[in-house]
């Protein structure tokens, strides 16, 4: 098993895709188009306050009928997003992702972000491995169930 931390894959990140909370959702779906991300941080003062991602503008925009020009980031992102420390291992975020059901977590030290990971960013060995080792915990678990 690969352990890199969090830290070493953000690292690689060219820019923070990060807007401030007043942001428009057609603006921040533009923004996510252009630099081809499926979510963005939503950051104010330097510090993380929220996450939008392409499910809530599916499920929170576009499903309630609400207008993408006059909605803001802050009436539609999840706030205070569970966030993982950079110094935590990669696969730590990647559990965390399956067992929350996410595609994307924040990588923040003392509320300030750093980068995003997602399950993308998993190498395929690493993700075999990850997959390896769900499955080695559903079988102990139906064993012991």
């Given at each position: 098993?690969?352990?890199?931390?969090?830290?070493?894959?953000v690292?690689?990140q060219?820019?923070?895709?990060?807007?401030?909370?007043?942001?428009?959702?057609?603006?921040?779906?533009?923004l996510?188009?252009t630099?081809?991300?499926?979510?963005?941080?939503?950051?104010e003062h330097?510090?993380?306050?929220?996450?939008f991602t392409?499910?809530?503008?599916l499920?929170?925009?576009?499903?309630?009928?609400?207008?993408?020009?006059?909605?803001?980031l802050?009436?539609v992102?999840t706030l205070?997003?569970?966030?993982v420390h950079?110094?935590?291992?990669?696969v730590?975020?990647?559990?965390?992702?399956?067992e929350n059901?996410?595609r994307?977590?924040?990588?923040?030290?003392?509320?300030?972000?750093?980068?995003?990971?997602?399950?993308r960013?998993?190498l395929?060995?690493?993700?075999a491995?990850?997959?390896?080792?769900?499955?080695q915990r559903?079988h102990?678990?139906?064993?012991?169930?």
């Open positions: 098993m690969s352990y890199r931390t969090l830290r070493q894959v690292e690689h060219k820019t923070l895709t990060a807007a401030p909370p007043k942001t428009a959702v057609r603006e921040a779906a533009r996510m188009k630099t081809r991300v499926g979510a963005l941080l939503v950051v330097g510090h993380l306050v929220g996450i392409e499910r809530d503008a499920n929170r925009v576009l499903a309630e009928g609400l207008d993408p020009d006059t909605t803001l802050n009436e992102m205070n997003p569970i966030t950079p110094d935590q291992y990669f730590s975020a990647l559990h965390l992702m399956y059901g996410f994307h977590v924040p990588v923040a030290e003392n509320g300030r972000p750093l980068g995003m990971v997602s399950a960013d998993a395929e060995l690493e993700a491995e990850f997959e390896a080792t769900l499955r559903e102990l678990r139906a064993i012991m169930a």
